[in-house]
């Protein structure tokens, strides 16, 4: 790795006081995608750019999709299995590369941040610099997975390597950040963390039209959903990213799980499983007691009977926010 000093995922606090920036008056580069997949169907965003310097948490819609100090956009993949097939990390656009790292173990990580990590929350990856003060990184990128040097040039949409799991990351995801001399950007409004970034005039994105268009902001959108055999463990559908549909009308149990991503204070999920017969299960969460990051939820039965009755069976998820049905979605198992 060379000399310089990497600015980490969102481990390291950065305080920025009455920062904003006039895009306008910069020559600011337009940034593609910095992975391939499909976007709000092989890859969602969990988190955007913390826009409130003090311990409070805003994103660029004011909301609270982000966490304390966060500096990047954080584009989630589905499984870890999703990830091991092999999912490319690209150039969002030209530039040289400034500097790599390349020698982080991939691991999800489950407690406290090792010794060995402190300084390398990043992981593996890099930084680009497109000039005029301008520069990217890319973070918890496969371990030797890295296909640039330090004063590579690279071309938009040029491979870099592969999205990992290496650094500080509890979820299979890139993170890319953006800086303006030094200065965290938000590529989604184009402003810097400050008291006020919710009160500015946004429009000026550094993304590109049609990712923005790709990703609408979204404050509790629907991740993982389907049918099982079982209670749908987090773990497994980390792992795996779907579970064991049912197959047949002697299935040990029928359950449908569906998973949230950034619900709201106060929010709450309502399942319904419906079967042949009218209902067979649901369940409905509390409200929220404060926004979270993800949330699973589901509502099933065990067999009972010598077999469940043949025919259709129909799972709906519903977002609820203050005592109305903000969505709801619903997809059909059939028994036979």
Known sequence: ??????IGAGAI???LVGLSLDIGKAEAPRFSMPLSCAPEDSCFIQNYVDLDPSKEVRDYQCNKASYEGHKGTDFRLTSVRALKRGVDVLAAAPGTIKAVRNDVRDRLLNGPLPAALKGRECGNGLVIDHGEGWESQYCHMRRGSLLVKKGDQVTRGQKLGLVGLSGKTQFPHLHHAIRHEGKVIDPFSGNSPTADSCTLKSGAALYEAKIIKQFPYRSGQLFLRGFAIEGAILPLLMDRGAMVVPASTKAPALVYYAQVLNLQKGDQLHIRLMSPKGLLAQSKTPPMDHSKAHYMAYAGKRRIS?????????GTISLLRNGKTLWQKSEELVLK
């Open 306 to 314: 010598f077999a469940w009755p043949k025919g259709t069976y129909t």
């Open 1 to 6: 790795m060379s000399s310089l000093r990497w």
């Open 13 to 15: 606090a950065l305080v």
